[in-house]
C-alpha cells in the first residue's frame, strides 16, 4: 500500500467523498439518456434490467476502482504503476486519462446547451420552444456557453479536492436534489399524468430483447462514471480506514435514485402533454421545451429543469477533468492550479469541432465521407464520432482492461484485503470469493461481449 505524499490532499469526511462522487456519477446520464432509453426499451422493463446489471456487474466493478485508487493514492496511471511498473498495464491508466478528457471535451458542449437554455428562458420567457436547432448551431451562442463552462469547471478543479470539487458538490448536489423533487410534485400533479406513471412503471417485457440488455448495462456503466479513472482517482483521496463498500454503495445508490427520480420527472410530464415518450435523444432538449410551453407554470418549471441539466453535468465535468488534472499533479513538476487551466484549454481546443459541428461549420456536420454511415448511424457529425469513439468504446475497453489487470496482475485477492481494509467484517466468508469471482471472470468477459455486440450491431 503506498503512502500518501505528505502534500496530498483527502476528502474532509465519508459525506464530502460520497457527495463529489455521486456528483460525478448523476450527470446528464441519469436526466438525459436514461430516461430516454427507458422509453425507447419497454418501460419498467428495462428499469428492472438495469438494475440487475447495476447490482451484479458494475457496482462490484466499482469497488474495484475505488480499492485500486485507495491502494495506489495516485491518478490512475500512478495506481498501476504502484503495482507494476514493468509492464505496458500503465498505458491502461493512460487511455483514462486521455478518455477522461476527450468526453469532457464533447460532454461541455452538450452541457451548454443546456446553461443556454436556462439564459435564453430567462432573458426571453415565453418564446416559441422550436428554436433547439437554431441554438446549437450558433457560434455566437455555442462556443461562448462551451468555454464558459469549461472555464468555471477549471476553476473548481483549481480550488483543489476539498476547497474545490468537494464544496461545490456540498453546496449544489442538495439543491439538485430540490430542484428535482419540485420539478416532479409538478409533473405528478398533472391532470393525466397516470398514464406516464404506468408507461414508465410497468414493465413491458414485449420490447425486451438482447440489445436492450446490451443497452441497459451499457447506460449503468456511464451512469456510475466507470471506466474512465474518475472513481480510481476519487478513490486516491480516500483515508486507509474509509469503508469503501458502505460509501461505494451510497454512491450507487444516490445514482440510482436521482435516475429513478428523473424517469419520474418526465415521463408523467410528457403523457399529460400528450407528447411522445419514445423520441430518443431528442427527448430533452425538443420534446420538454415542447412540454414546458404547453403546461401552467411552465416557463418556470423549465427554467429550473434546464437549471437541474447544467448543475448535474457541471459536478460530473469537474470529475472528468480532475483525472488528467490529478496525472499532472502526481506525475509533472505542475501545480494544481497551472494543471487545472492546462487541461481545461486543451479541452476547449479538443471540444471547438464537436461545438462546432451542429450547423455552425458543415464539413464539420457530416463526416461520412471520412468515417462512412456504419457505426455512427447517417450523417455523423464530430461530436457524434466522438462520443462513440471517446464514450462508447473507449469507456468499455478500459474498464475490462482494468478488471483483468485488478483481477490478474494485483491480483483479486490483494484487491480484496484493500477493500476490505477500513470494514470491519463487511465483506464476508462467501461475498469475499464471489466478488473475487466477478472481477476475474464475469465483469471482463460480459463487458467485451457488450463491446463486441454493440459492434457488430453496428456493421451488420
Ligand atoms: N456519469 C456521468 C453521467 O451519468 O452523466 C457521465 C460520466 C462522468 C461518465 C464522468 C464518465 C465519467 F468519468
Known sequence: MALPSPEREQWSSRLGFVLAAAGSAIGLGNIWRFPFK??????????????????????????????LGRNGKRNPVGAIRAIDARSPWPLVGGLCVVAGLAILSYYAVVAGWAVGYVLRDLVAAGAPDAVFARVIADPLWVVPLFGGFLFATAGVVAGGVRRG???????????????????????VTLPGAGAGLDFYLTPDFSKVSGLVVVEALGQAFFSLSLGMGTMITYGSYLPDDENLIVSGGYVAAFDTLIALMAGLMIFPAVFAMGQNPAEGPSLVFVVL?????????????????????????FTSGISLLEVFVSYLVDETPWSRRAAAWGAGGIAFALGLPSA???????????????VGDRFFGPSPGVLDVMDFLWGSVALVLSAALLSLFVGWVWGADEALTELRSGTGHTVGRVAGPVWCAAIKYAFPITILAVLVIDLLYDVL
Open 165 to 187: 470539487i468537494e464544496r461545490w458538490a456540498k453546496i449544489l448536489m442538495p439543491v439538485l436534489f430540490v430542484l428535482l423533487c419540485l420539478i416532479i410534485f409538478r409533473s
Open 38 to 67: 427507458a422509453g425507447d426499451n419497454g418501460g419498467g422493463a428495462f428499469v428492472l434490467i438495469y438494475l440487475t446489471c447495476l447490482v451484479l456487474l458494475c457496482v462490484p466493478y466499482l469497488f474495484a476502482e475505488l480499492a
Open 356 to 370: 462546432l459541428s451542429q450547423g455552425a461549420v458543415p464539413a464539420l456536420s457530416d463526416l461520412s465521407w471520412l
Open 289 to 313: 421545451p415542447d412540454v414546458f410551453g404547453a403546461m401552467p407554470l411552465g416557463s418556470f418549471v423549465g427554467t429550473l429543469f434546464f437549471l437541474l441539466l447544467a448543475i448535474a453535468a
